[in-house]
Antibody, heavy 119, light 107 residues
Framework: EVQLVESGGGLVQPGGSLRLSCAAS????????MHWIRQAPGKGLLWVSR????????SYADSVKGRFTISRDNAKNTLYLQMNSLRGEDMAVYYC????????????WGQGTLVIVSS | DIQMTQSPSSVSASVGDRVTITCRAS??????LVWYQQKPGKAPKLLIY???SLQSGVPLRFSGSGSGTDFTLTITSLQPEDFATYYC?????????FGQGTRLQIK
């Protein structure tokens, strides 16, 4: 079964840091581009970041550029998102997502991990 | 960035009804349009890709159409498990962008 399992969310103060992890299984992780997409409480979906299959091409949404860092360890089948200088507007459920077949078709999605930014 | 606009934002319907949701892109996206279904507290699920291709395992009552800038998702003979929020997403131009969602509620 193709599966993505996120971890690492939690409560953090404004200005703080958090590292999210996403463990992949059931497919050849090293062959796929991976993304992070977030959803603020009661809101819609917002693309955050992407990384290509070997980690040499990375992109970010303008809202997180310079604060977030995406990375991957293909030996461990794991995707990461290092989040620094967190703000209230970063509070959201963060989903790890596989790009399936190109053209930004996202499937599957992890179950999500909630990041709460509050003092 | 390409703006995706869904309508309506919310719709009420009954089991057995036919429902159509529309999605408009702010610029031409060919047929690079994806539809997702999201239930409360769950991750989105891919329903349709390339505007009209049904993802494996998705019931045939779901269908998609359109090309260019205007797209539709149609659900025929609504089932209780179909009441959810639906999102469109363009996959033509980086960055990928989503519509604001359409909440399908039970009448």
């Amino acid at each position: 079964e193709v599966q993505l399992v996120e971890s690492g969310g939690g409560l953090v103060q404004p200005g703080g840091s958090l590292r999210l992890s996403c463990a992949a299984s059931g497919f050849t992780f090293s062959r796929h581009w991976m993304h992070w997409i977030r959803q603020a409480p009661g809101k819609g979906l917002l693309w955050v970041s992407r990384i290509n299959s070997d980690g040499t091409s990375i992109s970010y949404a303008d809202s997180v550029k310079g604060r977030f860092t995406i990375s991957r360890d293909n030996a461990k089948n794991t995707l990461y998102l290092q989040m620094n200088s967190l703000r209230g507007e970063d509070m959201a459920v963060y989903y790890c997502v596989r790009e399936d077949g190109g053209s930004y078709k996202f499937e599957p999605w992890g179950q999500g991990t909630l990041v709460i930014v509050s003092s | 960035d390409i703006q995706m606009t869904q309508s309506p934002s919310s719709v009420s319907a009954s089991v057995g009804d036919r429902v159509t949701i529309t999605c408009r892109a702010s610029q031409f996206i060919n047929n690079w349009l994806v539809w997702y279904q999201q239930k409360p507290g769950k991750a989105p699920k891919l329903l349709i890709y390339a505007a009209s291709s049904l993802q494996s395992g998705v019931p045939l009552r779901f269908s998609g159409s359109g090309s260019g800038t205007d797209f539709t998702l149609t659900i025929t003979s609504l089932q209780p498990e179909d009441f959810a929020t639906y999102y469109c997403q363009q996959g033509d131009t980086f960055p990928p962008t989503f519509g604001q969602g359409t909440r399908l509620q039970i009448k």
